[in-house]
């Protein structure tokens, strides 16, 4: 991964309406602000005061976060 040095690239998202669990690639360098959930078909998007729905339902924050940086910005 060139990003951020020891950022992990995979987060597990988990659907707040039913529950179900997906192990996602997160983007190095965009934020991903909709979901469809596989199973519920559910369009998640951020919680507010986060930047991407990796933040909000996965396991691991996206990326840039890890790397202490601001998920939206150059």
């Not at 950022?7 to 991903?32: D, I």
Request: charge should be negative.
């Amino acid at each position: 991964m060139s990003g951020e040095p020891n950022a992990k690239a995979r987060s597990v998202l988990a659907c707040p309406m039913c529950g179900a669990r997906s192990e996602e690639t997160m983007p190095e360098n965009a934020c991903v602000f909709f979901y469809e959930c596989p199973s519920c078909s559910a369009r998640l998007r951020p919680r507010p005061g986060d930047c991407c729905v990796f933040c909000s339902y996965g396991s691991v924050p996206c990326p840039p976060v890890q790397g202490e940086r601001d998920c939206c910005s150059p």
